[in-house]
Every structure is written in C-alpha cells, then in structure tokens.
Nanobody
Framework: QVQLVESGGGLVQAGGSLRLSCAAS????????MGWFRQAPGKEREFVAA????????YYADSVKGRFTISRDNAKNTVYLQMNSLKPEDTAVYYC?????????????????WGQGTQVTVSS
C-alpha cells in the first residue's frame, strides 16, 4: 500500500523556520515529480512547491519564492520543504503529493498520491 506521511509541522512565531518531511512507502518515487500543497481554513488547496524526479528542476508559488526550498533524497524516498521567514499567512495544512509525471506541475489534479497533511501555524 502506497503511503505518504508528512511530519515536521507545528506552531512557530512569525520569522521562524520549519522543515517538513514527507516519507513515502509502498513503492519508490525516484522517477516521479513530488510536490507540496497547502490549504488554509475556508480556502482552496493551493500549490506551494514541486521538484522534478532528478532534482534539477524546482518550482515555487510566487508567495513562497525566496523563503521556501524543496528538496528530495531519492535514496530515502523522502521529500522535504524548508520554510524560512514564515508569515502568519503561511498558516495552513501542508500536503505532500506524488505525480506520475517526471517534472513538477502546479496542478493538483496531476498528482496521484497524497499524504494526510501536517498543520503549520504561524503566530504574529
């Protein structure tokens, strides 16, 4: 059974940092693009970042560009999201996702597997 399990969320003050991890099991995703999305209360799920299977290409939402960094360790079947200079508007549930595509995409419909999410709360 394929599972994506996120960890690393929590409560942090504005300006702080968190590092999210997403561990995959049940199959390898070394030939799949991986992404992070988030959903705040009352809002639609939105794209945050994605990384190609080879790690050579990364993609970011404008709202997090320069503050967040996505990376992956294919040997560990794990993807990471380093979040720096956090803002209260970054508060959301963060989801990890795996796509059947090699290169990252911003469209959630192009991701086949999803984790359960991890809560990130940034206080002002």
């Amino acid at each position: 059974q394929v599972q994506l399990v996120e960890s690393g969320g929590g409560l942090v003050q504005a300006g702080g940092s968190l590092r999210l991890s997403c561990a995959a099991s049940g199959r390898t995703f070394s030939r799949n693009a991986m992404g992070w999305f988030r959903q705040a209360p009352g809002k639609e799920r939105e794209f945050v970042a994605a990384i190609s299977w080879s790690t050579r290409s990364t993609y970011y939402a404008d709202s997090v560009k320069g503050r967040f960094t996505i990376s992956r360790d294919n040997a560990k079947n794990t993807v990471y999201l380093q979040m720096n200079s956090l803002k209260p508007e970054d508060t959301a549930v963060y989801y990890c996702a795996a796509s059947s595509l090699l290169y990252g995409t911003t469209w959630p419909t192009q991701y086949d597997y999803w984790g359960q999410g991890t809560q990130v709360t940034v206080s002002s």
